[in-house]
């Protein structure tokens, strides 16, 4: 223990940490900066290229001085300012100054932080142009990945399964697409704010959607997705403490990953959440989620991602799935379609009718529902259970092959054709 | 002697240390359970992150205390857990303190004044 190398970062450098220490607790720094510094600067530069460039310059300059100087007592502030100066050079060197960086570099020396409430609405921006309604679903999500969380090209390819050559195309054109489309960069109203939040929510959300919904070869591959969709709903409940929905989205996700290690069997095979082995959730995160829920409750009405939430959370919470609260369950998904009158649902209503009343009170539920869900592959393999169930064995075969008919994975077209065989005997 | 260490650090960045780096921290911690295990009872405790925390506002006159949203004080540390135990004095508090030193964590060992209830075994 004598000579620990352990201790205040800005000590003598004799209390310097090894090597790897500092590089990984470097890159820990950077991440966690980033997604305010590169939204900071983009608003300064009004240009994500030159933020992202310039913040890289800030780090690549931290690398070499605070192992030598210490540790800034505001390493964000440091790389802000760093990253500002940069951006400035590299201005002055390719002359691609505008009338904005102009004015900036005008009264440089009087630069200023940006405050809480500044960061707050640069961080939403920036994750709200990523958002932009010309893009696909998928290249938002990619584009978020890196300019906001800073993956590599390398490393959202492969979560998205695709080669990094297309994702590289991608991600450029997504940027020019978005840099052609420019947000304003005035502090929003706030039902303005309130939108963009929203919108962001439901892109996080989808990030986390896309990680998790795989096949059992890709869980692992998927995986970053979920993480970092995690990463991007504490940020956004750290920007927005008192943002009740923004604590069911984290609630939401933290239910689901909670169930991660029990969603596959030893094999690798994918385990249905009412076979899985509920000893192997994950019971710290559920009580977060759970913590989160009790917090946003206190804010009143539930909006539709606490209400999913708190489905999430009568999953995790029962010991069964024969001891599932139900009843509960009807309350949440009666409550939820009040909000989002969504045939999806008003399915997922029906399969909790099912349980609590009966597959003919199921049946009658769905019945509204042909039409809009008629291409719906899970509302025809779900109807031609609650079929079967009542006996009615013919419309149940229908039923199933329909769902055949509409793409079904290879695991559940193995489970179709049983149930097929089934309504033959 | 009646000793806390106290564990301070940056909401969410140990969650994005790599496995092995935390995988590193994680055994300080069980060598300093298991050190403090075979000399007596002890208490400890890791807080969940900050954001599930709610702040009780000082109480004003007439009015119940405001409960706000989020972990008192917008610092760049935040108070992660803490340890408590018997200890000779302070040296030998911080030596068992020493056990989690890492480049992630600020430990602070003080003294307690007063100490009581019990801490559940299973959270």
């Keep these: 223990m004598r000579g620990s190398r352990f201790g205040r970062w800005n000590g003598p450098a004799a209390c310097w940490l090894r090597r790897p220490e500092i590089s990984t607790w470097l890159d820990a720094q950077f991440a966690r900066c980033r997604p305010r510094a590169i939204a900071a600067l983009t608003r300064q530069f009004r240009d994500i290229d030159l933020a992202e460039e310039s913040f890289s310059d800030a780090c690549l300059r931290a690398v070499t001085r605070w192992p030598q100087d210490g540790q800034p007592d505001d390493p964000f502030a440091w790389l802000l300012v760093t990253a500002r100066r940069a951006g400035i050079d590299r201005l002055r060197k390719t002359r691609r100054a505008m009338a904005h960086v102009e004015a900036e570099m005008a009264n440089e020396p009087e630069f200023t932080m940006p405050t809480a409430d500044d960061l707050r609405d640069d961080v939403l921006r920036l994750l709200f142009i990523c958002c932009h309604p010309a893009l696909r679903r998928q290249d938002q999500l990619a584009l978020a990945l890196r300019v906001v969380v800073g993956m590599s090209v390398a490393e959202i390819a492969r979560a998205f399964l695709v080669n990094p050559r297309t994702m590289e195309q991608r991600l450029t054109r997504a940027k020019r697409t978005v840099a052609s489309n420019p947000v304003p960069f005035e502090t929003p109203a706030p039902a303005e704010r309130l939108k963009r939040l929203n919108d962001v929510s439901t892109m996080v959300y989808l990030l986390f959607s896309e990680g998790w919904s795989t096949s059992a070869d890709t869980v692992q591959v998927k995986l970053p997705l979920c993480h970092e969709a995690i990463r991007l709903a504490r940020l956004l409940l750290d920007l927005f403490p008192g943002m009740a929905e923004q604590m069911g989205l984290l609630a939401l996700m933290l239910f689901q990953h909670a169930r991660l290690d029990a969603r596959t069997d030893p094999q690798g095979k994918l385990v249905p959440i009412d076979e899985q082995d509920r000893s192997k959730w994950d019971k710290v995160l559920i009580n977060e989620a759970r913590a989160l829920l009790q917090k946003a409750a206190r804010h009143g009405p539930p909006g539709a991602m606490q209400l999913q939430a708190a489905i999430a959370g009568v999953h995790a919470v029962a010991v069964s799935d024969s001891e599932t609260d139900w009843v509960r369950l009807g309350d949440l998904y009666a409550a939820l379609y009040a909000l989002q009158p969504t045939p999806v649902v008003r399915l997922n209503q029906a399969a909790v009718l099912q349980k609590t009343d009966g597959p003919a009170a199921a049946l009658a539920m769905l019945e509204p529902l042909v039409e809009p869900l008629s291409a719906y592959r899970w509302f025809h393999s779900m109807r031609g259970a609650l079929l079967l169930e009542t006996g009615d064995k013919p419309a149940a075969r229908l039923a199933f092959e329909r769902a055949m008919d509409l793409g079904p994975t290879a695991p559940e077209a193995q489970s179709l054709l049983e149930k097929i065989a089934l309504c033959q005997k | ?123």
Excluded: C, N
């Design chain 2, 1 to 123: 002697m009646y000793f806390s260490i106290l564990i301070y650090g940056e909401d969410g960045a140990w969650e994005q240390l790599p496995p092995e780096e935390q995988q590193k921290v994680m055994e300080g911690h069980k060598a300093l359970q298991k050190a403090l295990g075979e000399r007596g009872p002890f208490a400890t405790a890791k807080l969940m992150g900050a954001s599930a925390a709610v702040t009780l506002q000082p109480v004003t006159e007439g009015a119940d205390a405001l409960v706000l949203d989020g972990p008192f004080a917008d610092t760049k540390e935040r108070f992660l857990g803490f340890y408590g135990a018997e200890f000779e004095d302070l040296d030998e508090a911080i030596r068992f303190a020493r056990f989690l030193s890492s480049a992630y964590a600020r430990i602070e060992v003080r003294p307690v004044e007063w100490a009581g209830g019990v801490l559940a075994q299973e959270a």
